[in-house]
């Protein structure tokens, strides 16, 4: 091995692998200090001790030497190429042998040199191919770490959507537990009436018949229902946005009741009023259990996208109408939301699942404050979600009509049965 130091220069390593010793020698001594880098070079033959070498070196450029009494070089020069594609490669040929330099080229040589050694020409060629190789290296490190910032801003901006669409329903809770909370302390003034009304009876020793005792029992009992009803539906909202709430995701895929999971999905949505009193909702949940294979929140967490893509497309427009439907298709459980929104043009509808591709502003305008903003990474987030599911996701829209998606999910091992295609309920936008 020679070292060719060079402290103010950039040491990269190169490996050569030529059966004569002095080659090495050589070309070292070819190698000028002017060059723009500092060569370490390595130097080998044995096809064991060339793929070691490159499997613990941070090799940057190969030499490899071609002549036609061994049969070596030509086998080894493939199997570089097809283990370290981006590795540059170049052949040192005779002079005298210009058909050797074609069929190098042809299976894969990078470039090639001539023997006898010419200093211009290594100088060059080998600074040439170093930085061509230094620069991807640089622009692959360049797209990684941009990948890795751009994973980690889409978990970021995904979790503070989430955070602000929670926000927004949590307002729209807070407004319908008012009313059981009124209803609770109603019922407990009425409550208060019928005992006064018994004690005030008793007190001025009138005889109360049976059918009278029986009426006031009824009342009593009437009311202790509506307190059972309105505790319930206080719990029900509490558990609910707990649910939704939550952080702790599993990465652990569970089994899932399709239905009661849309159901619960939906009563929790009730708390956004557009979606309670502005739109229709027609829900055609499969008769039959769909049971697919998921993570719950993240599915739930599909679910909600969805549903409030179709509440931010239509929230100027009235008479709203929201389809929701379950079923099995294709060997697959799925769901589907459809809303008579403006559609989303043709031309845009294979962008609308990059991330950051948005219709909707970013900011709130302050002339229309009702006005939907968007990140662009709700309908990024829900593809990404479902593929991970090896799941699929179907969008059908036209223009002025509305738009449909449909989420394709695997099903559970256990799913005891399958609906009849032809009779699952599903429909085409007309």
């Known amino acids: 091995m020679v070292d060719l130091q060079n402290n103010e220069k950039k040491k990269v390593k190169l490996l050569l692998i030529d059966e004569d010793p002095g080659s090495e020698i050589l070309l070292s001594g070819i190698i000028?200090?002017?060059?723009?880098?500092a060569y370490e070079i390595k130097t080998t033959y044995d096809d064991f001790s060339v793929f070691t070498i490159l499997k613990t070196e941070n090799i940057d450029l190969v030499i490899l030497d071609l002549n036609s009494s061994d049969q070596q070089g030509f086998d080894i020069l493939p199997e570089i190429k097809r283990k370290y594609p981006e590795l540059p490669v170049l052949i040192t040929v005779n002079i005298?042998?210009?058909?050797?330099?074609?069929?190098?080229?042809?299976?894969?040589?990078?470039?090639f040199l001539?023997?006898?050694?010419?200093?211009?020409?290594?100088?060059?060629?080998?600074?040439?191919?170093?930085?061509?190789?230094?620069t991807k290296d640089a622009n692959k490190e360049y797209s990684k770490k941009l990948e890795q910032l751009l994973f980690l801003r889409t978990k970021q901006l995904a979790l503070s959507e989430r955070e602000a669409t929670i926000g927004r329903l949590i307002q729209g809770l807070v407004h319908n537990m008012r009313s059981p909370i009124a209803i609770l302390f109603s019922i407990k003034e009425v409550a208060d009436l019928i005992k006064e009304k018994i004690e005030m009876l008793v007190a001025q020793n009138k005889d109360l018949s049976y059918?009278?005792?029986?009426?006031?029992?009824?009342?009593?009992?009437v009311a202790m229902n509506n307190i059972e009803h309105a505790s319930s539906k206080l719990n029900g909202m509490i558990d609910n946005l707990m649910l939704k709430s939550s952080n702790n995701q599993k990465i652990k895929m569970y089994?899932?009741?399709?239905?009661?999971?849309?159901l619960r999905e939906i009563k929790f949505f009730e708390a956004h009023l557009h979606f309670k009193h502005n739109t229709e909702k027609i829900i055609n949940l499969a008769k039959e259990e769909v049971i697919v294979r998921a993570v719950p929140s993240s599915l739930s967490q599909v679910f909600g996208n969805l549903i409030k893509n179709s509440l931010d497309a239509m929230y100027d427009k009235k008479n709203c109408k929201i389809t929701i439907e379950t079923g099995i298709k294709e060997g697959l459980g799925f769901?589907?939301?459809?809303?008579?929104?403006?559609?989303?043009?043709?031309k845009i509808q294979k962008e609308i699942f990059d991330p950051f591709f948005s219709t909707k502003p970013q900011e709130i305008d302050n002339k229309n404050p009702q006005k939907p903003v968007g990140t662009g990474l709700g309908l990024?987030?829900?593809?990404?979600?479902?593929?991970?599911?090896?799941?699929?996701?179907?969008?059908?829209?036209?223009?002025?009509?509305?738009?449909?998606?449909?989420?394709?999910?695997?099903?559970?091992?256990?799913?005891?049965?399958?609906?009849?295609?032809?009779?699952?309920?599903?429909?085409?936008i007309k």
């Not at 005298?96 to 470039?111: F, P, S, T, Y």
């Not at 006898?116 to 040439?128: C, G, K, T």
């Not at 089994?255 to 849309?262: P, R």
């Not at 991970?388 to 799913?415: C, H, M, Q, W, Y």
Request: charged residues 35%.
């Open 32 to 37: 000028s200090n002017k060059m723009a880098y």
């Open 211 to 221: 059918q009278e005792i029986e009426e006031y029992l009824d009342k009593l009992w």
């Open 380 to 428: 990024h987030f829900v593809k990404e979600t479902i593929e991970s599911f090896s799941g699929k996701i179907k969008l059908d829209s036209i223009e002025k009509v509305g738009t449909r998606f449909t989420i394709f999910i695997p099903l559970a091992k256990n799913t005891a049965k399958v609906l009849d295609e032809n009779k699952s309920s599903t429909k085409e």
């Open 255 to 262: 089994d899932i009741k399709l239905n009661e999971l849309i």
């Open 96 to 111: 005298r042998d210009q058909h050797l330099k074609k069929v190098g080229m042809e299976i894969g040589a990078d470039d």
């Open 335 to 346: 769901f589907s939301i459809e809303d008579n929104g403006p559609g989303i043009p043709q």
């Open 114 to 134: 001539e023997k006898p050694f010419n200093s211009l020409e290594i100088n060059s060629r080998l600074d040439h191919h170093i930085q061509l190789k230094l």
